[in-house]
């Protein structure tokens, strides 16, 4: 069993930055491949970023490349998502969520476990 908790989330101007943490504890937390998520009011929640569980590989959705990075600590068993450049769709609020397996997934039916969210609001 792997519990997650997200922090970070806040109030930002378009243009600013945030960074969400995840901490992760509970079985080998640090062996799971951990992904974010986000969901606005009437949408389905959406994949924004996705790390393997050594770190090496990457991905993101097309809404967030080039702006968002997702490091990882496992010695502290913890994820991060690094948003830059924000803007007022990217207002959602955001989960993290791990998985096991062999490759990463991009689909929510992918992962086993989920945080609780942190809210992410961009203003004007």
């Known amino acids: 069993q792997v519990h997650l908790v997200e922090s970070g989330g806040g109030l930002v101007q378009a243009g600013g930055s945030l960074r969400l943490s995840c901490a992760a504890s509970g079985g080998t937390a640090s062996s799971y491949h951990m992904g974010w998520f986000r969901q606005s009011p009437g949408k389905e929640r959406e994949f924004v970023a996705v790390i393997s569980w050594i770190g090496g590989t990457t991905d993101y959705s097309d809404a967030v490349k080039g702006r968002f990075t997702i490091p990882r600590d496992n010695a502290k068993g913890t994820v991060f998502l690094q948003m830059n450049s924000l803007r007022i769709e990217d207002t959602a609020i955001y989960y993290c969520?791990?998985?096991?397996?062999?490759?990463?997934?991009?689909?929510?039916?992918?992962?086993?476990?989920w945080g609780q969210g942190t809210q992410v609001t961009v203003s004007s």
């Open positions: 969520a791990a998985r096991r397996g062999v490759r990463i997934r991009y689909s929510t039916y992918d992962y086993d476990y």
